[in-house]
């Protein structure tokens, strides 16, 4: 007990002396600090007072000076002026029936340029503004009666001294005219003599007056036009009537002010200048004013500081004994809290960002998801090569756009290092093929080049992850794409070291591949050459502005280069051009076959107006051994073949560009196919994307005679195999397999095996459109299809419709999918169970992890790749439908308007039916405030919107969804809805009119 006492008065005495210690360390505060605090603050005041009034001070005296000099200037330059009128000479030249001879007024000018330097020209009239003479008489104005120095001399009847403008003359940046009145003997105006001055004097004062006195003079004529800028040469009229202080200078008013200039605060005097009519500024900036008060600052809170901090280090010397285990707890408690802090921020970033992720993966998902399923559609139709090719560009496009959208989900396994890279064997120059076709036609329409240049000894298969290639690839091409206006770009791939040689086994140890992307774009300087890889960071340009961006293709292109073992690297110079390359150990399997002996001495043709590609195709058909002839004109390509076809030694093959045309204005192609002297001679055309107008060439005997086509950048594969289909040195009359047009596979195949086994399908989507696209796939299959809009309705439906499969959205409303699914498996007979399979834009791994534990039987990511749906059925259902596709690779975009008309006319009723009563479901919920239904009705019209083409309308369906979300202020009578309802009416009328309709339909 007694220590326990003991404790408590040492306790009590502790904390005595700890309140001794604060009052202690209070009195010091205020006997010492304060004080100082005083007199520290004082001294600064006082100090910047004295500055800034010597500052004022000097600025006004200069701009007061700097009034005299220009005004005497200008007054001796006018009194110059007045008194060679008088003279008689001058005098006598405006008499009736006289004139001025050349020589005689370029010795005036001489005359007055050696009395005052900056002279340049001299003009004499009459009074009623008839032109005597003018010297030099090109370089000056014909017409004076609009010259303001020709009223004012007019009127006023003195001399006077004109604005300020840009004379025609060399070398002579701005000038003003001095004009006097030239009277007889009598006293009469007779004429007007005006001399042109150069106003570089005056710059040249204002410059030196800035140099000796570190002030800026700013020197305006009349009307406020900048006369004088020592900060540069003035090559354009600058008008400076909206300053302040030259507003009050031209209304005769002095002022001194501080006003926020380019660099900072300036400290500025203004004076007129009343003999003329000019104003002058002087302005100094005020940091550069003001340094020395801030030097003097800067030493006296030094000072201070040094003060208190012995006072302070002091007064805790004094403390640190008894507060050092206080502050030991406080710093541990701190540090806790800090952790627990960081702890659940990044508990919570981590939610954030894989929320993010699958809302943008959502987002994005469910409009392409109508995009493939048309796109597949318009390659059941009927399609030339062209527009096959340019459809299966599109297909790899999009595949590309999806693989960078699962991509983006894999960030942050990027970061984490744990992302997978693939080792699978893989075409290289196909690859390369694939790559560059997307970009051409974006080069087409923005008049770049684009060229692909693949080395002879290339590898023809290696091992790698093509999909991480193709990403780097895509990302760093896109890049020069969108920073390059003139000229183009190009891709090399070419071995870098040694390795087998071509023909040989493959390497023992990897080839090193590199791939060279240069461009003539803007380029990047050296301060930013490695700024350019680092996430989420762009350059700051005009272009960056405009396009936007994420900022991260090339910084996850590194990463992925990285992971596949390569180095990657940019060499730039800025405003020439950019070269990024990338090099890539791989594994080889195969090396590039040696081009068939069937082609040596056959003799070609290329007719090409471009100079880049015309050469590109003789090195690569000379390569493999073809006689190439060359010519740039389509008269001589013509003369060529039908001379060589008259000496019974015809070409074998004619490649020419499309476009080529001969007198006339026949198409070249056309005609070496319609001619019959020239039967023996195959054509292939060049094909330039983007560009249209050009009829597609025809024989004379098509079953005799078949057109291939080569699309541009010409590669060395497509090419070569175009020449062994025209030539027939395959041995397969079907067709080489590495032509474009011949490698996209048509949805329609699938249809005819489908239908061996008719499947019983549910659709249970509550989008019309989606809906429809997959009604339109799965019938065409021959499959039985009924959709249903809404989760009880599914569930109903699967339970008494006796369906093998239920394809099934995971967002519909009422019940969701995942609950509709639980319910059907709960009601459903074993010996009935249909497959379910979910079809949702939610790409998450844990979305498909639900979807199968509510009972469905597999995942389906919208994008729907309908290939691989109907491939799959057999599966899904137990039956056997024909041996399975693989899956193809997704498509970019959709043209509805090359779809069947009773397609579109489908799709048109249903987007017309639905989106109106989607919109009024949209008001409805704007009018009572419930921002929930707000949202899913926007979500909802903007993925049917997409899914269309309305992009318009989505767009606006996405702003209208973002503010439901935030929870922002909205009413009926907003823009964005009385817009979104016009583009609504202009989509359905588009859809329509695709259809055959030829006009509006109703509406609502």
């Not at 004076?144 to 001399?159: I, K, L, M, N, P």
């Not at 790559?435 to 684009?450: E, I, N, T």
């Amino acid at each position: 007990m007694t220590g326990r006492r003991a404790s408590a008065r040492s306790g009590r005495g502790g904390d005595g002396d700890l309140r001794w210690l604060l009052a202690v360390a209070l009195l010091w505060v205020l006997l010492g600090l304060l004080p100082l605090g005083l007199l520290t603050s004082s001294s600064i005041r006082l100090s910047d007072q004295a500055v800034r009034s010597e500052v004022r001070d000097r600025v006004q005296t200069t701009a007061s000076v700097s009034r005299v000099v220009v005004e005497q200037q200008i007054g001796s330059l006018k009194q110059l002026v007045s008194a060679y009128a008088e003279r008689p000479g001058v005098r006598s030249a405006v008499a009736p029936g006289s004139g001025t001879p050349a020589p005689a007024l370029a010795g005036t000018l001489r005359e007055l340029a050696r009395m005052r330097a900056g002279i340049s020209g001299v003009i004499v009239t009459r009074a009623d503004g008839r032109l005597i003479g003018a010297q030099p008489p090109s370089e000056l104005v014909s017409d004076v009666r609009g010259t303001d120095w020709y009223r004012a001399v007019s009127r006023q009847q003195q001399a006077y001294v004109s604005q300020a403008y840009t004379p025609a003359m060399r070398g002579m940046s701005r000038a003003v005219a001095v004009a006097a009145p030239i009277r007889d003997t009598r006293g009469r105006q007779v004429g007007i003599l005006a001399v042109v001055y150069s106003l570089d004097a005056i710059q040249t004062f204002a410059s030196e007056a800035a140099a000796a006195q570190g002030i800026q003079l700013l020197i305006t004529d009349q009307t406020g036009v900048l006369v004088a800028d020592p900060r540069g040469k003035l090559y354009a009229l600058t008008s400076l009537r909206e300053d302040p202080r030259v507003d009050a200078a031209l209304a005769g008013r002095t002022l001194f002010t501080t006003q926020r200039g380019l660099d900072g605060p300036v400290l500025s005097a203004s004076r007129p200048i009343p003999g003329i009519g000019w104003t002058v500024t002087a302005e100094v900036p005020a940091d550069e004013a003001l340094a020395s008060a801030g030097r003097l600052r800067d030493r006296v809170l030094t000072v201070a500081a040094l003060l208190a901090a012995l006072i302070l280090v002091g007064l805790a010397f004094q403390m640190h004994t008894s507060r050092g285990r206080r502050r030991a707890q406080r710093t541990l408690a701190r540090y806790a809290q800090a952790l627990a802090r960081a702890r659940d921020e990044a508990v919570t970033a981590s939610a954030a960002k894989s929320e993010f992720l699958a809302k943008v993966s959502h987002e994005i998902r469910t409009p392409i998801n109508g995009v493939l399923g048309m796109n597949a559609l318009l390659l059941d139709t009927r399609l030339d090569d062209e527009q096959r090719h340019y459809a299966g560009t599109v297909q790899e496009s999009a595949q590309n756009l999806l693989g960078l959208l699962d991509d983006f989900l894999d960030l942050s396994k990027i970061e984490a290092g744990r992302l997978r890279i693939e080792s699978v064997p893989f075409d290289l120059p196909r690859l390369c093929d694939e790559v560059v076709a997307p970009f051409a036609p974006h080069a087409q329409r923005q008049g770049l080049w684009l060229t692909l240049h693949l080395a002879e000894d290339l590898p023809q298969h290696v091992l790698g992850d093509p999909v991480r290639l193709r990403q780097v690839l895509t990302n760093i091409l896109g890049n020069a794409l969108k920073f390059t206006v003139q000229g183009g770009i190009d891709l090399q791939v070419a071995l870098e070291g040694s390795a087998s040689a071509p023909g040989g086994p493959p390497a023992a140890d990897p080839a090193v591949l590199r791939f060279t992307v240069t461009d003539t774009g803007i380029g990047v300087g050296p301060e930013d050459r490695d700024r350019v890889f680092e996430t989420f960071r762009q350059l700051d340009s005009p272009i960056t502005r405009r396009t936007g961006g994420s900022g991260l293709g090339l910084a996850i292109s590194r990463q992925l280069v990285e992971l596949m073992g390569g180095r990657i690297g940019l060499d730039s110079v800025k405003g020439v051009g950019s070269r990024f390359w990338v090099t890539l150990p791989v594994p080889v399997l195969t090396w590039t076959a040696p081009a068939t002996g069937q082609l040596g001495g056959r003799r070609v043709i290329i007719a090409d107006a471009d100079d880049e590609s015309r050469a590109l195709a003789d090195r690569m058909l000379t390569g493999a051994g073809l006689t190439v002839d060359q010519t740039a004109d389509a008269a001589a390509a013509l003369a060529a073949l039908r001379s060589a076809a008259a000496d019974e030694t015809p070409f074998d093959l004619a490649v020419i560009d499309l476009h080529m045309t001969i007198a006339g204005g026949g198409s070249l192609a056309e005609a070496v196919l319609t001619d019959p002297l020239l039967g023996a001679t195959g054509v292939i055309v060049l094909l330039s994307p983007g560009r249209t107008g050009a009829p597609w060439p025809a024989a004379s005997r098509p079953q005799e005679r078949a057109v291939q086509s080569v699309t541009r950048p010409v590669s060395r594969r497509r090419l070569l195999a175009a020449v062994e289909n025209t030539l027939g040195t395959d041995g397969d009359q079907g067709g080489h397999p590495d032509l474009p047009q011949h490698s996209v596979p048509r949805p329609g195949h699938r249809a005819a095996t489908a239908a061996e086994t008719t499947v019983r399908i549910l659709v249970a989507e509550d989008d019309e459109v989606s809906s429809q696209v997959a009604q339109l796939v799965l019938r065409r299959a021959g499959h039985h299809v009924d959709v249903v809009g809404d989760g009880e309705q599914a569930v109903r439906s699967a339970l008494h419709g006796r369906y093998d499969l239920v394809l099934m959205d995971c967002q519909l409303p009422g019940m969701d999918g995942l609950a509709a699914t639980t319910e059907i498996r709960r009601r459903q007979p074993d010996g009935e169970r249909a497959a379910i399979v979910a079809m949702t834009a939610a790409a998450m791994p844990d979305d498909r992890a639900r979807c199968l534990e509510a009972g469905m039987d597999d995942h389906l990511t919208k994008p729907v790749d309908w290939q691989q749906v109907l491939a799959r059925v057999s599966v899904w259902t137990g039956m056997r439908t024909g041996e399975p596709t693989g899956p193809e690779e997704p498509e970019i975009a959709a043209q509805l308007s090359d779809l069947p008309p009773e397609a579109v006319a489908e799709i048109a009723e249903a987007f017309a039916t639905a989106a109106p009563e989607t919109l009024r479901r949209l008001r409805d919920a704007v009018d009572s405030g419930d921002f929930h239904t707000a949202g899913m009705a926007a979500h909802r019209l903007k993925g049917s919107c997409a899914t269309v083409g309305a992009s318009r309308a989505a767009d606006l369906c996405r702003h209208l969804e973002q503010a439901a979300h935030t929870r922002s202020p909205m009413s009926t009578g907003d823009d964005a809805l009385a817009r979104l309802d016009h583009e609504l009416r202009l989509a359905v009328d588009e859809l329509r009119g695709l259809a055959g309709k030829g006009r509006a339909g109703q509406y609502l």
